[in-house]
């Protein structure tokens, strides 16, 4: 569906987020939204603000502090057809529901051997760079994309954020959502004020190039754009944003490195078992023969999320991203 044929807002991405949610709730009385402080309070970062009121608290359910009690309740609903949004207020706090989401969510559809699905959608704000106490920042992607019977998503945008959002409420298996709270309100941007999907598992090429191609996803894209654009006139950098880390988008990867013959992966996350190996690998197997370097690394560290001013040194930057990308273009 083209932006330009519709109405739209200019919308930052937690609005998104919200809109996202509400023309859902709209259009069908099955979806569910629950979490600690969903309801009355409107969310920790306001993304549920309104749906109490709009849809009463039958449909915004206000939780016991108890994630593993929010998603275990969220399966039994999705099972038995409605299809719940809990909220994990930061994604450091889904820990306490790993087994729920791993044990259960991901195995139902094949422990009942299609008689049951589980649509549901878990969201979390992710991710550093807000000056947030510990277990606040963290990036653990991997984990979810480790699990078989897991989509996961990573928006970068506010348009994709709406997209990305109603295209996984309307999966019929479940979705880890990790919203980039760095960016929620550092722009906005057009979204149509109708329902759209943009699909899961596509990547985004954000901007052509000739030289390198650097992946990326979720609040990384945007330091990663701006190192591109600073290294105009001495590396043509194309910028591939991932959107959906599991399922990769593998033939966009492939087709990317096989214009460049160079690769690059930003993410916050921790280096070691990161998706940036993951992507290294895909490309090694499916297009050796093309490359010319390298595929370089450009991550958070494997330390725990620092507090505080290190922040500024742990997450990828436009100088490291552009070292980085200097390093694979001259190899």
């Not at 009385?29 to 969310?43: A, L, Q």
């Amino acid at each position: 569906m083209s932006q330009a044929t519709t109405e739209s807002e200019n919308l930052t991405l937690v609005q998104a987020v919200r809109d996202g949610l509400y023309t859902e709730m709209q259009q069908d009385d099955d979806v569910i939204v629950m979490g600690e402080d969903v309801g009355k309070n409107g969310g920790v970062f306001r993304a549920t603000e309104g749906l109490y009121e709009e849809f009463g608290d039958d449909r915004v359910i206000d939780t016991p502090l108890a994630e593993s009690g929010i998603v275990g309740t969220a399966i039994g609903m999705a099972a038995y057809g409605l299809k719940p949004v809990p909220e994990m207020q930061f994604s450091g706090f889904m820990y306490p529901a790993f087994d729920q989401i791993v044990s259960h969510a991901a195995r139902l559809r094949t422990r009942s051997r299609g008689r049951f699905t589980c649509p549901m959608v878990v969201r979390a704000p992710y991710g550093g760079g807000i000056r947030a106490p510990e277990h606040h920042s963290e990036s653990m992607e991997a984990f979810y994309v480790h699990q078989p019977g897991l989509k996961v998503v990573m928006p970068s945008t506010p348009y994709d954020t709406k997209g990305l959002l109603t295209s996984a409420i309307r999966d019929p298996d479940p979705v880890i959502f990790l919203e980039p709270k760095l960016i929620y309100r550092a722009f906005r941007g057009e979204v149509p004020t109708e329902s759209y999907e943009v699909p899961l598992g596509e990547a985004a090429v954000r901007r052509e190039g000739s030289d390198i191609s650097v992946f990326t996803w979720g609040a990384m894209t945007r330091p990663t754009m701006k190192a591109a654009e600073e290294l105009e006139g001495e590396i043509d950098v194309e910028v591939v944003d991932l959107r959906t880390v599991s399922p990769l988008d593998e033939d966009t990867i492939i087709e990317s490195f096989k214009k460049t013959g160079r690769a690059a992966v930003v993410h916050e996350a921790p280096k070691t078992g990161g998706l940036a190996g993951e992507i290294a690998a895909t490309i090694q197997e499916e297009a050796l023969l093309y490359q010319e370097a390298p595929v370089e690394r450009i991550t958070g560290f494997d330390t725990p999320f620092p507090l505080y001013s290190l922040e500024d040194y742990y997450l990828p930057e436009p100088t490291r991203i552009k070292e980085g990308i200097r390093d694979a273009v001259n190899f």
